[in-house]
């Protein structure tokens, strides 16, 4: 079953410091694979996404996400994290040669909170 | 994003009322969707419509209705409301059917049934 994960419910981090957010899929065919961040009363903005080729892709505001095949995973991360980069981010993943090709499979979330 | 807007932005009901959402795009995309947000489900899909003639079900679409009256407006329908219908409802849209395609989401609306 087509699936993706986010098994953290928050992350709390301190400013300036790394930071990761973990997603992990399951799909029959090839991923494709996205996150967005959502801030308070907004809606979903797109930040990166994997299609093929380099496992290390660079997207909005600083950040960058890691793609592993053999963990079916695609963590997102950020060297030095700001108390602004506050909000809720989704992991989405497009099961590209199925059925459900057309739609975006989207994890339950995870909130981000940047301590000063 | 300002290419996506959804009308009402908030909006109270009570039970049994139809209501519509109302979505409008500039982006010039051929495909629109409709989503419902429910803390700690994620985005689940409610229905999507790749042209003006070509409208399909989602995953909870009980409940709901659409109509795709122009390629740029896409509404969101509730017969009948009830309470589990109060959620946080964003419309989006995309390009033609490419794996890398992006959807670009509205900024919600948020409806409250009573």
């Known amino acids: 079953a087509q699936s993706v994960a986010q098994p953290e419910d928050q992350v709390n981090v301190a400013e300036g410091n790394p930071l990761t957010v973990k997603c992990t899929y399951s799909v029959s065919g090839n991923p494709y694979l996205f996150w967005y961040v959502q801030y308070p009363n907004r809606g979903l903005q797109f930040l990166l996404k994997y299609i093929t080729g380099d496992n290390l892709v660079k997207g909005s505001y600083g950040f960058e996400a890691e793609f592993n095949k053999s963990q079916t995973s695609f963590h997102l991360k950020k060297p030095s994290a700001l108390v602004s980069d506050s909000a809720l981010y989704f992991c989405a993943v497009r099961d590209w040669g199925s059925d459900s090709s057309y739609k975006l499979i989207f994890g339950s979330g995870t909130r981000l909170l940047v301590r000063p | 994003d300002a290419d996506v807007t959804q009308t009402p932005r908030n909006r109270i009901t009570k039970t049994g009322k139809r209501i519509m959402l109302e979505c409008s795009q500039t982006?010039?995309?051929?495909?629109m969707y409709w989503y419902r947000q429910d803390p700690g489900l994620g985005l689940r899909l409610i229905y999507y419509s790749f042209d003006v003639k070509d409208i399909n079900k989602g995953e909870i679409s009980d409940g709901y209705s659409v109509s795709r009256q122009a390629q740029a407006k896409f509404s969101l329908s509730l017969e009948s409301a009830i309470p589990n219908q109060t959620a946080l409802y964003f419309c989006?849209?995309?390009?033609?059917?490419?794996?890398?395609?992006?959807?670009?989401f509205g900024p919600g609306t948020r409806l409250l049934v009573l």
């Open positions: 982006k010039g995309h051929d495909r």
């Open positions: 989006a849209t995309s390009d033609a059917g490419l794996p890398q395609e992006t959807q670009y």
